[in-house]
């Protein structure tokens, strides 16, 4: 198999600032002794993304996984989280602040802090579709009729 060489990338970074990324991808690697967990995080935004590793032999790195997770899932300080369970995290929209860093040349996006979950809201009715009928007959009347404005 043949294999082309993209030296450009053509991906975008994550922007600096206060981003809503959505988590797409989480494993925990190696499979057999698992000493990392990575992120792959997608900017609802504009679609660039960016890789998160959290290296649990390093205490930094393992705070700021748990702190993650508190947001994400909710665990709290001394909970337990199941590698097997990692699924749980896909889909998951969290409002993060994003740095940038500069290494050999190139720029990294780097997830700084997380903010908060994006909780889903349901989607909300427009009144066109509305059916002031059926409530009409529920209740007796509308709540408000024209004279009721006067």
């Given at each position: 198999m043949?294999?082309?060489v993209n030296l450009k990338g053509g991906f975008k970074?994550?922007?600096?600032?206060?981003?809503t990324l959505e988590i797409v991808d989480a494993k925990f690697t190696p499979s057999g002794a698992p000493d990392r967990l990575v992120l792959s995080m997608k900017d609802v935004e504009d679609g660039a993304t960016l890789q998160n590793t959290f290296n649990m032999k390093n205490e930094t790195s393992l705070w700021a996984m748990g702190m993650m997770l508190n947001v994400a899932l909710g665990l709290n300080d001394g909970d337990d989280f199941?590698?097997?369970?990692?699924?749980?995290l896909k889909?998951?929209?969290?409002v993060c602040e994003v740095t940038h860093s500069e290494y050999n040349g190139r720029t990294y996006a780097n997830v700084r802090k997380v903010i908060s979950k994006v909780?889903?809201?349901s989607e909300q009715i427009p009144t066109s579709e509305v059916d002031f009928k059926?409530?009409?007959?529920l209740y007796g009347r509308?709540?408000?009729?024209?004279d009721d404005l006067d």
């Open positions: 043949m294999i082309k970074i994550v922007a600096e600032g206060e981003r199941n590698t097997n369970d990692v699924d749980k889909g998951i929209k969290l909780e889903e809201t059926a409530i009409d007959e509308s709540a408000l009729t024209e």
